[in-house]
T-cell receptor, first 114, second 111 residues
Framework: KAGVTQTPRYLIKTRGQQVTLSCSPISGHRSVSWYQQTPGQGLQFLFEYFSETQRNKGNFPGRFSGRQFSNSRSEMNVSTLELGDSALYLC?????????????FGSGTQLSVL | TQLLEQSPQFLSIQEGENLTVYCNSSSVFSSLQWYRQEPGEGPVLLVTVVTGGEVKKLKRLTFQFGDARKDSSLHITAAQPGDTGLYLCAGDSSSGDKLTFGTGTRLAVRP
């Protein structure tokens, strides 16, 4: 069974640009969550999608958005990039949303904003 | 906002030593998970504890959930270089709206 796949693996952008990251969950998993990981702030929750609907959103500005497709694949978009957006963006999938659900993480997309 | 503080932040030990990592919060969690993350990879779930006072063992790793479900600990016996990594605790709120991750403990085990 293939794991969670995130593309691209690495990305370099400049300030003001926008970026789209992709996540393919484990087959059969319908819930996808996104996290931002930085050395200073640790892992911070961005948003969660289930059945193509955003179920929860973390405390991030509106420049961060996402969506989920009917095949459960998810994308997140960051517009007007800032230097502080440099981070490892992790996607995690689970069968269903909810407490105690086992999360499976992808290897992440390392975004560098210059 | 639910916060999970982990201690210590960094730990460097010799192979064969024992260690304990702590995860503390002022909030009650319905369940708590422990993950290990290696460089260049995403976190991998080690265990989920649900009941206050629960103790789970995974080979040389022992996990405990506090009686009040506000804190947890991870004890590693006879650490090995393969245990090196970032250890993260993560708590589920009773509403289940999101998983809150701890600040992390970076462990290095020297051969």
């Amino acid at each position: 069974k293939a794991g969670v796949t995130q593309t691209p693996r690495y990305l370099i952008k400049t300030r003001g640009q926008q970026v789209t990251l992709s996540c393919s969950p484990i087959s059969g998993h319908r819930s996808v969550s996104w996290y931002q990981q930085t050395p200073g702030q640790g892992l911070q929750f961005l948003f969660e999608y289930f059945s193509e609907t955003q179920r929860n959103k973390g405390n991030f500005p509106g420049r961060f958005s996402g969506r989920q497709f009917s095949n459960s694949r998810s994308e997140m978009n960051v517009s007007t990039l800032e230097l502080g957006d440099s981070a490892l963006y992790l996607c995690a999938s689970s069968l269903e949303p909810g407490p105690g659900e086992k999360l499976f993480f992808g290897s992440g997309t390392q975004l560098s904003v210059l | 906002t639910q916060l999970l503080e982990q201690s210590p932040q960094f730990l460097s030990i010799q192979e064969g030593e024992n260690l304990t990592v702590y995860c503390n919060s002022s909030s009650v969690f319905s369940s708590l998970q422990w993950y290990r993350q290696e460089p260049g990879e995403g976190p991998v779930l080690l265990v989920t504890v649900v009941t206050g006072g629960e103790v789970k063992k995974l080979k040389r790793l022992t996990f405990q959930f506090g009686d009040a479900r506000k804190d947890s600990s991870l004890h590693i016996t006879a650490a090995q270089p393969g245990d090196t990594g970032l250890y993260l605790c993560a708590g589920d709120s009773s509403s289940g709206d999101k998983l809150t991750f701890g600040t992390g403990t970076r462990l290095a085990v020297r051969p």
